[in-house]
Structure formats: C-alpha cells, structure tokens
C-alpha cells in the first residue's frame, strides 16, 4: 500500500489534520479527568503507522505479551529474528515506570531487514503487516523447536531449559479452522477441503453489522460465470455451490473489514460503508457442530483506517478499557475516549460528517 504521488501524500496529510483535530475536540474533557497511568506511544518514522497501530493492538492482548515476553531469554532464538526484536522491545514496555513516547527504530529496522517488502518509507496495509507478522514469529517458533530437539537427542534428554517456549503460542491463540464445501451442480459430485485461518476477511455491505456479515460469510454461495468451479468429475468449468462451515473458533478473533476495493485494475477504491461492531457477541450460531461450550467474545481493540483511497492513509488504533473507556493511540499522541464516541468510526455515508474517512479496519476480539 504505496504511493510517491506528491498530491496524494498531500490528501493524506490534511486527513490526518482532520483526526488529530477530532480527537482533539472530542477528548479535551475526560483527558482532564483521567487518571494516571501508564500509557507508552511510539514515534512515527517515515509512514510507520501501519506498525505502530498493530503494535499497539497486539500489546493489549494479554495473554499474547505474555507469551511474546517468555522468549527474551532463550538461548535458542536468532538475535535477529522478529520473535527476538519484538520481545526485546515488549520488555522495555513493561519496564517503563511512567507514560513515555518511544523510538522504535530498532525494531522497524529488523522487520526491513527480515522482510524486503517493507524495507522502504511508503506506506504498507496494516492487515498485511499483521498477516506477516504472525507469520513471521511461527516461524521462529518452530525453529526454536527444531534447536530444541536436535539438543535433546544429543543429551538423551525429554527437557530442555526453555520448557515454557515448547509451544506454538501464534496457533494457539490465533487459529481456527474452516471447511469448504463444493457441490457441482451439473453432476452433483461434492468435494470437501479443509483450512485453518489466522484472521477472517469479511464482504462488508453498507448500513449492516458485523453479525450478518459473518453470516453472510459463513453462508452458501452459487459460483456462475467467471467464477466456475472445475469439477475433476465433469473434467470442466462448472456452476457450483459453495458452502463455508466454521469447524473451531480460534481464542482471539481477528477480523478484516474489506475496505478497499480495486477499479480499473489500478486504483484501490475505499469502501465507507457503516457496518455496526458489537461490543461483544456469542459466536456459537456460526458454528457448525452445536457445542456445549459457551464462544463469548469481547472486543478488545480496532484498528482505524484514515483516507479516501488504499493506496495512502493513516492507522491508528482504539483500545478498550475497563468502565466504558477507551484509550486512542495515534502513533505519538494519546487521547481518551467514551464508549459513545467509537460509533463514529465504523462508517458514514454522510459527507459532511467530520469522520467520514475514518472506518474501523480490524477487529480483535478475545475469548472471555
């Protein structure tokens, strides 16, 4: 998500003079009344925003910093690695006394280093950092397992001294699992294939919710005209019926919104639409075995998206609090807000609201 066009760069600043000036309004009050805390921000260094906003959104999690913590003394992990930088980075976080603005630097220059497609300054999708970024540290993950095995059949010995880093804590926390099912309706042959997803990318449509975008998801769908379906029976393109049945639901649930939208095979148009988040929901409906066990999810953050196109634009991220309070952090600022005020951001289609480019991109829900 890059774009050099000086006119476009321009767009996207004055957005991001819209949003400071909202936040600015809307927050001058309870920032008056908030208590102190420690809230740490991170510096914005040439169009860092799309690491910053997923950063802030993974700190949240915490049961994820925990587990990212856990790594800061292996033996077994590559001081370079993504998994290294990060635990690094999350420790000094949490040693921090008081509210402080950060330079993370160090870390943003380990992930260019570790992944060429963001080693320049243009901006980047949030969702694809995030996508990556889980990636990234499973992979670690399983490198430490293999230097764990390998150690212990040189020993002749089940333990090793990192016990608590033996699982893989990204599949545990951020994976679920899903099935499609096609059926050919010319001469009925049904296949079934099974996946396990990280994150579900939902179709919004304007003036809904989140609920009956997942059901529209997790839905049937007829596949006709450019989107056949080949059937190895028929040996040829067929129209089908596809079905998505949600198998297991993953401890955090992380949902992209699809904002963005190509046109004429060159420009990401932007998708405004209103679309009602939920605070918390039952997700056991969706499911496609009934379960006795309860999947209660509560939001714990969004990230926002700030522009009129894809191709530029500005990330930030609201982060749920206890007692209806939330907590923007908009790279070096933060502001607070109330639980009536986060409305604002899942849509407009009214132009001359102030908000009307800001819209909830991702969501993440934890398993209470």
Avoid at 49 to 75: D, G, P, R
Avoid at 87 to 109: A, G, P, T
Avoid at 283 to 307: F, R
Wanted: aromatic content about 10%.
């Amino acid at each position: 998500m890059g774009n050099d066009n000086s006119n476009e760069k321009e767009k996207s600043s004055n957005d991001n003079k819209i949003i400071t000036n909202i936040l600015d309004n809307n927050n001058n009050n309870n920032n008056k009344n908030k208590k102190e805390e420690k809230v740490i921000t991170f510096i914005n260094t040439n169009n860092t925003c799309y690491a910053n906003s997923i950063l802030q959104a993974l700190l949240s999690l915490k049961i994820f910093k925990e587990k990212i913590l856990s790594y800061l003394n292996n033996n077994n992990i590559h001081k370079y690695s993504t998994l290294k930088s990060l635990s690094e980075l999350f420790n000094i976080i949490e040693n921090k006394k008081k509210s402080d603005i950060l330079n993370i630097n160090d870390f943003i220059n380990i992930i260019k280093n570790n992944n060429q497609e963001f080693n320049n300054d243009e901006h980047h999708d949030a969702h694809e950092f995030l996508t990556w970024l889980l990636d990234d540290i499973e992979q670690n993950i399983n490198s430490i397992q293999k230097k764990n095995k390998k150690n212990n059949n040189k020993t002749n010995n089940n333990s090793t001294n990192n016990n608590n880093n033996n699982d893989n804590f990204i599949k545990d926390l951020f994976s679920g699992q899903q099935s499609s099912i096609t059926k050919c309706l010319n001469c009925e042959n049904t296949s079934e294939v099974f996946e396990t997803f990280y994150n579900l990318s939902l179709d919004i449509e304007t003036n809904s919710s989140l609920i009956y975008c997942l059901k529209n998801y997790f839905g049937t769908e007829i596949l006709r005209s450019k989107d056949k379906f080949f059937c190895e029976n028929c040996n040829s393109l067929q129209e089908a019926e596809k079905k998505v049945n949600l198998i297991k639901l993953p401890k955090i649930l992380i949902i992209q919104l699809k904002r963005f939208k190509m046109k004429n095979y060159s420009n990401l148009i932007k998708l405004l639409g209103y679309v009602s988040i939920p605070k918390k929901f039952n997700a056991n409906y969706l499911l496609k075995t009934k379960e006795e066990k309860e999947y209660n999810y509560k939001l714990k953050n969004m990230v926002i998206h700030l522009g009129q196109r894809g191709e530029y634009g500005h990330y930030f991220t609201l982060v749920n609090q206890e007692n209806n309070k939330w907590i923007n952090y908009n790279d070096e600022k933060s502001t607070y807000l109330n639980e009536n005020d986060i409305s604002k951001f899942f849509g407009n289609v009214d132009e001359n609201n102030i908000n009307f480019y800001s819209t909830t991109y991702l969501l993440f829900y934890e398993l209470i």
